[in-house]
Each structure stands twice: as C-alpha cells, then as structure tokens.
C-alpha cells in the first residue's frame, strides 16, 4: 500500500495539519518510505491472535459516580491563548 | 570545600543525613555547574530561586528527622512532566507559554519527599526521537565527544541520545544529581546508555502517567536516570505510586527497592535471546554483550539460551502503534485551550495553522503516519494487525520467563553518533530503539547500566529486561552487572571553559 499525493493532502486535513501544495510529494515520498518498511509485518500469521487491549493484566478499578473534581474555571482559563466572559474563544463559526 | 557534584545520590543522601554538608550547598554547587554547562543545553528553565528555597525546606526536613532517600537531592525534571506555574512544553512550540495549573503525580511525589528542582530539562518534541535533535529549544549536546585516534577530543558534538536528551547531560554533565525521564520505546534505557548512566523503565503501570503530556499512552513510563543502579532504586521508590487519577496505574505496595540490592545472583537465571544478535551488529557491541554473559555466570548465575522469535516485527509494530495513538493525543493542541495560536480562515483554518506552525517535522510525520493508519480503510490492515503482532511479542516473553528470571540484552545497537548524522533518515534513527522496543511493547520493566567503552571511547551499555513488577530481581542482577563491570569512566570536560 502506498500513499499518493492526494491521500497526504487527505490525512494532512483529518489530521487538521496545513500543508502547502509543494510539500506534498516530498511528505508522500517519506511516508511510503515508512510505510514501505511497516509492510513487513504483512508476513506474521497473526490468525486467531486476539490484539493486545492492555499490557497489564488488571482488573480497570470502579469507582462511585459522582463528582470528585472540578470548581476551578478560572484555572482552566489561565493558560488559553485568548478567553472572554468565562470561556474559551474561536473564530466565528457562525454565517 | 568538596566538589559535591561528583557525589552519587546515595552518597549526597547519607552525606546531608551525617551533617557533613547542607542541601543548600549541595543545591548551589549545582546550580552552579548548571550555569557553566549552558553550552549542553541541557535545560530549557532553570528554577535557581525555588530550588534554594526547596533545599532550605529539605534542610528543615532533615534535622527534623523527617529526611527520606530523596530529601535534599537536585534534580532535573524533564519539560513532559506538568509542574504547577512553570514551563512544561515537551519541547515544543506549540505549547508555548504553557504553565500548568496542577503537578504530575511522579514530581509531587518527589517534592513530598524532599527533592530539590533544579529546573526542566530539553528533550525530543513530545518525546519523538533518539538524539534530542527535534526540540523546539534546540539539540542537546552529549557531554561526551569521541577520542581520536591521536588521543584528542572530537571538535564535533554528539548527540545524547533521546528523547530524555537533556536529562542524561545534565546528569553526565554532573549538573544534576538524578533526573527524571519518560520512555516509550527507549528514552530513558538509549541515552542512559549513550551518556554513561543507568536509566530504569518500571514496568507499565507502576508509575502515575497523571500530569505528563502524552505521547502514547499504552507505552508512557516515567522513570529515573541516575549515576548507579543504587541511586535509581532510591529514586524510583519515590516516584512510583498507585494513583486513581490514572486508571492504568497498578494498586500494588512499592517495594523498598534499595533493599533489593544484595550482590547475590547465585543461581538466578539468565535468559539470552537468539534473536537480539543482529546482522551487521557492530563487533564492540557483541563483544561487550558476551563479556556481560561472562560477568553473569562468574557471579554465579545461569546462563540459558531462550528465543523471542518475533524481536525483528517490534520496531515496526511500535511504528503503527505509537503514531497512532499520538495522532489521537495530540488532537488537544487546537489553539484554543493553551499554548500558541495562529489565526486563519475561520475556525478550520485557525486549527490547521496553529498545527503546522507548532509542530516540528517529525511530530507531523508521525501525526501523519498515525491519522494513515487508523483511518477508514486501513485499520484492520496497519492498527489491529499491529496489536495482534503486540500480543505475539508479549506471549514470546511471558514464555521465556517461564524458564528464566531476567533477560540480558544490549541497550542499543551503536554508540553515542555525531550531530546530523541521521537527522535526514527517520528509519535509521528509529533502529536506535530496536532492542529497547520489545520490552516497551510487553510493558516490562528494563534498565540500562553502563558497561564499558567503544573503541573511541564513548560509553556503551547492557540491558536488563525483568518480569513484570519484579523491578527488585532486575535491580539486584543490574547492580551485580555494575559491579563486574566496574565502570567509572568520566567525560572530559570541554564545555563552559573559553
């Protein structure tokens, strides 16, 4: 499998990443470089292999539902890149 | 007075314990190094003025009878570990100006127990690397340079390895006592190994990941990078903990891990994997790994050939699965909650230029790779074969452990290289990691000790991979290695002196 231009712009736009048009051959020539090398693992007979959901085998804890934590807005707000009124920002999104 | 920077941590701890000097002193000499070591680049922040009013806390501490293994001690923490009201950006511009509201549990542990921050310590971005050359701060430079054959030192700089790159410099370096690092796939065991250090990985699960930015969350360990394998048993006593703030962290007493230390492998043993002896493995580190055998059976173990014949798929599996959980992780990074934002058309447009102006070539790479691979499509093929490889590669361990009790491996497959030397290739730099890999992909604990010398003498290392929380086995065969070993060489000092 390997990937083309058009899939990398693609990728580039799920993964909300701007990529300029000339960057996309080089980008696809070093992902196929990568991906070329995965490949390898197509030879593994890997039938009626569960895959792996944790390293280590534990029970996940319980725990009681109700609220531990929370009541510090103005923490959360601190670091934002721009806030009003007790929120967080974005551009219009709106028409 | 006494150059106090050149104390192991077990030495500075028994030291401030008799009185013989004060953590404040201790913490000066080191700020002090930190200041004439600049060009290692080792730290991205230094905290001068809390770390002396934390050595003066510490020294409360101690002559009030309350000092622990850690109190006292300056340490490096590494930028991936949230510390409340200070800079903590894994490295990267896109969490510029970043200074969290809280504190990782592995850091609070440390400062309940009396340890000193000396500042935070450079890295590869988000951790993605094995040179320390992605940082958004800059490469850090290995305090060791190869010797040439005529005896002097290379003008060119080295890199120390990664992504904890700037943690083993400044521990190298002898401007930090211990430091603490992550591992995914090797950051802590590689340049511990490519600085001469001892660099221990705890099994998954016996540190809190709560407060560290993530990379992959199904391989993420915290761990110490320290002088000795004694001082990484104090060290990691301290950071390990159950946590409830992350599910993934195991309810299990921490052991004194210290106490581990014995110095009798008599009849423990051995298990040596086939496959770990690589085609075109360099002779100095083959060699080296059969000396570590010979040590190993001296001091009475046994040695046993095992097999873990699905080693060649690690590094490949851990390049679909790393990608793709980083993918999922650093989703966050959106520009709107903290860290930089560059505005565009609408809020798409925001999104996608905050992204590419904040993240560096190789985070996007792996964004990329990840996105790929878990998109609709191409799952079953990359991502669930990948894990199904996964649970092949834990089966190959779990039965090796069957016969035996640790697995002793090298750490990596090359020394310490110069700066640039594989920047242009991603695939050669990720080979760095391919004996570190499998134990990250099986969630077991590995550490590695330095053993010896290349042949232009840079520091090469051994790697022990134990069972899963069987840290204290692992602990005590690593401290016999250490000991046989017998390795004391120091870099030669070429930085902060024009």
Same mark, same amino acid.
């Given at each position: 499998m390997s990937v083309d231009k058009k899939t990398v712009a693609k990728i580039a736009d799920l993964a909300r990443i701007a990529v300029r048009e000339d960057e996309l051959d080089p980008l696809a020539a070093e992902l196929n470089n990568i991906l070329g090398w995965i490949e390898q693992l197509s030879e593994v007979n890997t039938d009626g292999v569960a895959p792996m959901t944790s390293v280590v085998e534990v029970a996940l804890p319980w725990r009681e539902d109700k609220v531990t934590d929370g009541g510090y807005r103005d923490e959360i707000l601190a670091n934002a890149p721009d806030s009003a009124h007790g929120f967080f920002t974005v551009p219009k999104v709106i028409e | 007075?006494?150059?106090?920077?050149?104390?192991? $941590?077990?030495?500075? %701890?028994? &030291? $401030?314990?008799?009185?013989?000097?004060?953590?404040?002193? $201790?913490?000066?000499?080191?700020?002090?190094? @930190?200041? !004439? *070591?600049?060009?290692?680049?080792?730290?991205?922040?230094?905290?001068?003025?809390?770390?002396?009013? @934390?050595?003066?806390?510490?020294?409360?501490?101690?002559?009030?009878?309350?000092?622990?293994?850690? #109190?006292?001690?300056?340490?490096?923490?590494?930028?991936?570990?949230?510390?409340?009201?200070?800079?903590?950006?894994?490295?990267?511009?896109?969490?510029?100006?970043?200074?969290?509201?809280?504190?990782?549990?592995?850091?609070?542990?440390?400062?309940?127990?009396?340890?000193?921050?000396?500042?935070? #310590?450079?890295?590869?971005?988000?951790?993605?690397?094995?040179?320390?050359?992605?940082?958004?701060y800059g490469p850090v430079n290995n305090p060791w340079r190869a010797t040439k054959q005529d005896g002097r030192l290379s003008e060119n700089n080295y890199v120390p390895g990664g992504s904890s790159g700037g943690s083993v410099a400044a521990v190298a370096g002898h401007l930090a006592l211990a430091a603490t690092g992550s591992d995914t796939g090797g950051s802590i065991r590689q340049p511990a190994a490519f600085t001469g250090l001892v660099g221990l990985k705890p099994t998954y699960g016996r540190c809190s %990941?709560?407060?560290?930015?993530?990379?992959?969350?199904?391989?993420?360990?915290?761990?110490?990078?320290?002088? #000795?394998?004694?001082?990484?048993?104090? @060290?990691?006593?301290?950071? /390990?903990?159950?946590?409830?703030?992350?599910?993934?962290?195991?309810?299990?007493?921490?052991?004194?891990?210290?106490?581990?230390?014995? *110095?009798?492998? %008599?009849?423990?043993?051995? &298990?040596?994997?086939?496959?770990?002896?690589?085609?075109?493995?360099?002779?100095?580190?083959? !060699?080296?790994?059969?000396?570590?055998?010979?040590?190993?059976?001296?001091?009475?173990?046994?040695i046993?050939?095992?097999?873990?014949?699905?080693?060649?798929?690690?590094?490949?599996?851990?390049?679909?699965?790393?990608?793709?959980?980083?993918?999922?992780?650093?989703?966050?990074?959106?520009?709107?909650?903290?860290?930089?934002?560059?505005? *565009?058309?609408?809020?798409? &447009?925001?999104?996608?230029?905050?992204? /590419?102006?904040?993240?560096?070539?190789?985070?996007?790479?792996?964004?990329?790779?990840?996105?790929?691979?878990?998109?609709?499509?191409?799952?079953?093929?990359?991502?669930?074969?990948?894990?199904k490889i996964r649970t092949l590669i834990a089966q190959d361990f779990a039965k090796a452990y069957e016969k035996v009790d640790v697995i002793l491996t090298p750490t990596a497959p090359s020394p310490a290289f110069a700066m640039g030397e594989k920047s242009n290739d991603p695939i050669a730099m990720y080979l760095n990691d391919i004996f570190t890999v499998p134990a990250s992909l099986a969630g077991l604990p590995a550490i590695s000790v330095p053993a010896g010398l290349s042949a232009d003498a840079l520091p090469l290392g051994l790697q022990l991979i134990g069972r899963a929380f069987d840290e204290e086995t692992m602990l005590r065969a690593a401290h016999v290695l250490e000991h046989a070993a017998d390795y004391t060489a120091q870099p030669k000092i070429w930085w902060g002196e024009k």
């Amino acid at each position: 499998m390997s990937v083309d231009k058009k899939t990398v712009a693609k990728i580039a736009d799920l993964a909300r990443i701007a990529v300029r048009e000339d960057e996309l051959d080089p980008l696809a020539a070093e992902l196929n470089n990568i991906l070329g090398w995965i490949e390898q693992l197509s030879e593994v007979n890997t039938d009626g292999v569960a895959p792996m959901t944790s390293v280590v085998e534990v029970a996940l804890p319980w725990r009681e539902d109700k609220v531990t934590d929370g009541g510090y807005r103005d923490e959360i707000l601190a670091n934002a890149p721009d806030s009003a009124h007790g929120f967080f920002t974005v551009p219009k999104v709106i028409e | 007075m006494t150059d106090l920077t050149k104390l192991t $941590l077990a030495e500075a %701890r028994d &030291g $401030l314990a008799k009185g013989d000097f004060t953590s404040r002193e $201790l913490t000066q000499q080191h700020l002090a190094a @930190m200041e !004439k *070591g600049r060009e290692l680049n080792s730290f991205i922040v230094e905290t001068t003025d809390i770390a002396l009013d @934390m050595a003066d806390k510490a020294d409360e501490m101690i002559k009030a009878g309350r000092g622990t293994g850690m #109190t006292g001690i300056p340490i490096a923490v590494k930028d991936l570990f949230c510390t409340r009201d200070i800079h903590s950006c894994a490295a990267s511009h896109i969490l510029d100006g970043f200074k969290p509201k809280y504190e990782s549990t592995v850091t609070a542990n440390l400062w309940q127990d009396g340890a000193v921050m000396l500042g935070k #310590t450079n890295m590869d971005e988000f951790a993605m690397g094995s040179s320390n050359e992605t940082s958004y701060y800059g490469p850090v430079n290995n305090p060791w340079r190869a010797t040439k054959q005529d005896g002097r030192l290379s003008e060119n700089n080295y890199v120390p390895g990664g992504s904890s790159g700037g943690s083993v410099a400044a521990v190298a370096g002898h401007l930090a006592l211990a430091a603490t690092g992550s591992d995914t796939g090797g950051s802590i065991r590689q340049p511990a190994a490519f600085t001469g250090l001892v660099g221990l990985k705890p099994t998954y699960g016996r540190c809190s %990941r709560w407060g560290m930015i993530a990379f992959a969350s199904s391989l993420d360990q915290a761990g110490p990078i320290t002088k #000795t394998v004694r001082d990484a048993a104090i @060290m990691m006593e301290s950071m /390990a903990s159950y946590d409830d703030k992350d599910s993934t962290s195991v309810n299990r007493n921490v052991p004194n891990y210290e106490h581990a230390l014995t *110095g009798d492998i %008599r009849g423990m043993k051995i &298990g040596i994997p086939k496959e770990y002896r690589m085609d075109g493995m360099p002779q100095e580190i083959e !060699k080296l790994w059969q000396q570590g055998i010979e040590w190993m059976k001296a001091a009475g173990a046994e040695i046993i050939d095992i097999s873990l014949p699905h080693t060649k798929y690690a590094l490949p599996t851990y390049y679909i699965v790393a990608p793709a959980e980083a993918s999922s992780n650093l989703a966050r990074y959106d520009g709107v909650k903290y860290g930089l934002r560059v505005e *565009g058309n609408g809020l798409s &447009g925001m999104y996608k230029n905050t992204r /590419a102006a904040g993240f560096g070539d190789e985070v996007k790479r792996r964004i990329l790779i990840g996105t790929y691979v878990l998109s609709a499509g191409y799952y079953d093929a990359y991502y669930l074969k990948a894990q199904k490889i996964r649970t092949l590669i834990a089966q190959d361990f779990a039965k090796a452990y069957e016969k035996v009790d640790v697995i002793l491996t090298p750490t990596a497959p090359s020394p310490a290289f110069a700066m640039g030397e594989k920047s242009n290739d991603p695939i050669a730099m990720y080979l760095n990691d391919i004996f570190t890999v499998p134990a990250s992909l099986a969630g077991l604990p590995a550490i590695s000790v330095p053993a010896g010398l290349s042949a232009d003498a840079l520091p090469l290392g051994l790697q022990l991979i134990g069972r899963a929380f069987d840290e204290e086995t692992m602990l005590r065969a690593a401290h016999v290695l250490e000991h046989a070993a017998d390795y004391t060489a120091q870099p030669k000092i070429w930085w902060g002196e024009k």
